[in-house]
């Protein structure tokens, strides 16, 4: 690790002046390289500001922790180690200028001064207590980095010249820390959501996951994700929740919504007039190829799973009709999809086979599931439904001779899966065996 400049924290968590870049490609495919770990990353965080895992760039970010302030009481939650400590730390004033530690001169942080941020700490720490547990009581996670990794949280950064607008939140890969600005003109702090607080968590989980790349397609879903798990926290501790990103932070209205995204300018389908096309050159001012526009097509999909709709004439069934337990599903499927099959440069395309992959190896007897998935991702233009036809055998919507050989490979391979038994088994006898090629025959003959 001492060949980096700043360690992305997995090793020790040290910075290094005085160190030149020398970013390795080593056994890596091309656009990827070495990193601190020894484990292939892709290049594009070379460029984005801020954000590497364990290279020389600059860490953005002047943020040291010796030099952050104390005072008699500070807001550090150290109650549940195996899942993380969670520090939270006041910007006011600045853009991480004058860090000091939310602090109180008692045990209670009750007061009103904006400058001492005991409300957007309160709000920041409680939300962000509620994510990791979350995380961990839902999916086994824990910490930001799946290995109990502390949680920083700055709040109420406000404007400075080189800074970030402060009515925004951003996370911040370097660090892996989470930060919020003050609001202001028509915006509270922007820790003062449930969702958004989770929102920029799980900017951390996604990049210690799938480590989707924060552009086009690979972006949307990256945004999505984040979007998609703020919804799930908020339903977990908010009696359900709502269907709206970001609501708490706006006076009125929101930043996203599920149910209809193009609300908040964004497309529920792949040839609606707001979709962003491919651009080869994202940055900042696309908006990194539509990463906020692009992921309604996720967030939509992820809606209509779980509370089922008719969209653009495709209808999607709920995955369960119990709202909770419907949720659930999805959550568990969401999370089996980013933590274990996306891959940093995956599209739309891939990102639907490997969300049908994760909820058949999740729910491998579940038909209606994978249907219900397949149709959700069909309304909003991305692949089509799956109809599953006893006798279609190779799954290619028509019945004919072809289905004869696939049976026959069953029955010379043995142990058929469940979804074959569904196929195969035509005479309904629990097995798969010669009878059910006459009974083919007999359907093919009509
Ligand atoms: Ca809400
Ligand atoms: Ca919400
Ligand atoms: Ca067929
Ligand atoms: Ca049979
Ligand atoms: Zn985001």
């Known amino acids: 690790c001492e060949e980096y400049c700043w360690d992305y924290g997995d090793c020790g968590g040290g910075s290094y002046s005085d160190c030149v870049v020398s970013p390795q490609q080593g056994n890596c495919e091309n656009g990827y390289i070495l990193d601190c770990n020894g484990e292939c990353f892709n290049d594009w965080y070379m460029q984005f500001p801020g954000v590497g895992n364990g290279f020389c760039n600059d860490p953005w970010l002047d943020y040291a922790e010796e030099d952050i302030v104390l005072g008699p009481y500070n807001m550090v ?14 910007s006011y004033g600045g853009f991480y200028t004058d860090l000091s530690y939310v602090n109180s001169e008692t045990p209670e942080f009750t007061e009103s001064s904006t400058s001492l941020s005991h409300k957007s ?86 990049a210690h996951t799938s480590g989707l790349i924060y552009r086009n ?9 984040s979007d998609v798990f703020g919804y799930l926290v908020e339903a977990e501790y908010q009696n359900g929740g709502d269907w709206t990103q970001g609501e708490d932070v706006h006076y009125t209205g929101a930043s996203r919504s599920f149910i209809n995204p193009p609300d908040y ?104 599931y994978y249907q219900t998935i397949a149709s959700g991702w069909a309304s909003t233009g991305i692949g089509s439904e799956i109809v599953f036809t006893p006798g279609d055998l190779n799954q290619d919507q028509s019945i004919n001779i072809l289905d004869i050989v696939e049976l026959v490979n069953i029955i010379l391979n043995g142990s058929p899966d469940e979804t074959q038994l569904y196929l195969g088994d035509l005479n309904s006898d629990g097995s798969i065996n010669i009878l059910d090629i006459i009974e083919l025959v007999n359907l093919i003959l009509g």
């Open 217 to 225: 397609q690979a972006g949307a879903m990256n945004e999505s994700m």
């Open 121 to 206: 700490g309160v709000s920041a720490h409680d939300y962000q207590r509620k994510t990791l547990d979350y995380f961990w009581n839902h999916h086994g996670y824990s910490g930001i980095d799946g290995n109990g990794k502390r949680t920083i949280s700055v709040v109420n950064y406000t404007n400075v010249a080189g800074g970030l607008d402060q009515r925004n939140a951003f996370y911040n890969a370097a660090l892996d820390v989470l930060t919020y600005g003050l609001g202001g003109n028509g915006y509270r702090p922007f820790c003062a959501a449930q969702d958004i607080v989770t929102h920029e968590f799980t900017h951390g989980y996604t």
């Open 265 to 368: 300018n964004q497309p529920d389908h792949v040839d609606h007039p707001y979709f962003v096309a491919y651009n080869p050159n994202p940055q900042w001012s696309n908006d990194f190829g539509g990463v906020h526009y692009n992921s309604g097509i996720t967030n939509k999909i992820m809606y209509l799973v779980i509370a089922g709709d008719t969209h653009y004439g495709i209808e999607v069934p709920p995955l369960e009709e119990n709202l909770n337990a419907s949720r659930q599903a999805a959550a568990n499927i969401w999370f089996a999809w980013s933590s274990f099959y996306l891959d940093p440069e995956d599209d739309f395309e891939i990102g639907r086979v490997k969300m049908l992959q994760a909820c058949n190896d999740l729910y491998p007897d579940n038909f209606n």
């Open 77 to 90: 939650d150290e109650s549940n180690p195996s899942l993380g400590n969670i520090y939270t730390i006041n």
